[in-house]
């Protein structure tokens, strides 16, 4: 941590979530233009009060049974998610028994190393695309995240896909996959092309996909069918954007 920040500070939890991500940065984990994401998103976690809402519940239990009915799921992850989230991420990939994939836009040999060191670091056994992982190229996409693993996101059926990523999302749907994103931003390319759009906040969100992940592991897979045939994401959007424009004429 690069500065001490006091419990008591209004600002304390987002203050953490900024110096983790500095802290990324200086290790050669996050690219500039994450530290730039980071920003446009905890815009969007205001709006929605810092908490997870009742919309991004019903995303993040219809995202957990969409996992669990797959036959390839992936857990793709970028410098932000390992900087943030690196234990709980890996405890999500535990619980759920799907792999890890780095997947970067930025994609340099000095960052796939530091990120394949810090994910082992932190106790994962094994992360895909990057190492001595076989990777393959999909054709959809023209920037480096075409480069994926053989093993992972190229015959992945459904992909978690967290934070804004909105050109990858778009060629993993054209190319037949589904994908699941973390997006505070409903109004990103990301959150309106992909199956399920979870509006919060990464740092509640994935210990909470590990939760609902445990006790969903019970369910019958037509319970499961049924929460993923019941759920709509456009509605879901909408309803975030609802309550996003009630709350602003509240403050106001």
Do not use: W
């Not at 991004?56 to 992850?77: G, N, Y």
């Not at 619980?95 to 994939?101: I, Q």
Request: glycine share 6%; with cysteine.
């Amino acid at each position: 941590m690069l500065i001490e920040v006091p419990d008591s500070h209004p600002r304390a939890q987002s203050l953490h979530v900024r110096e983790k991500l500095i802290e990324g940065f200086d290790k050669g984990l996050v690219a500039k233009a994450g530290l730039i994401a980071h920003g446009r998103g905890e815009c969007f976690d205001y709006l929605i009060g810092e908490k997870t809402q009742h919309f991004a519940e019903l995303a993040t239990e219809a995202a957990c049974a969409m996992l669990l009915l797959a036959e390839h799921p992936v857990l793709s992850l970028n410098g932000n998610v390992a900087s943030l989230c690196p234990d709980e991420i890996i405890e999500l990939s535990k619980a759920a028994g799907v792999p890890l994939e780095i997947n970067l836009f930025y994609r340099t040999k000095e960052r796939e190393d530091a990120l394949l060191k810090h994910m082992e670091k932190h106790g994962a056994h094994e992360v895909l695309g990057v190492g001595n992982d076989e990777t393959v190229q999909i054709e959809e996409l023209q920037s480096k995240r075409r480069i994926v693993s053989k093993k992972g996101i190229y015959i992945a059926d459904v992909v978690f896909v967290p934070l804004e990523d909105g050109d990858r999302t778009e060629a993993l749907v054209a190319s037949g996959k589904k994908v699941i994103t973390v997006d505070l931003n409903p109004l990103s390319r990301t959150a309106q092309k992909a199956q399920i759009t979870i509006v919060d906040n990464i740092v509640r969100t994935v210990p909470l996909m590990t939760e609902k992940i445990k006790e969903m592991k019970n369910y019958p897979q037509k319970r499961l069918g049924e929460i993923l045939k019941n759920f709509d994401n456009k509605k879901n959007l909408q309803a975030a954007l609802y309550f996003i424009m009630q709350r602003l004429k509240e403050l106001s």
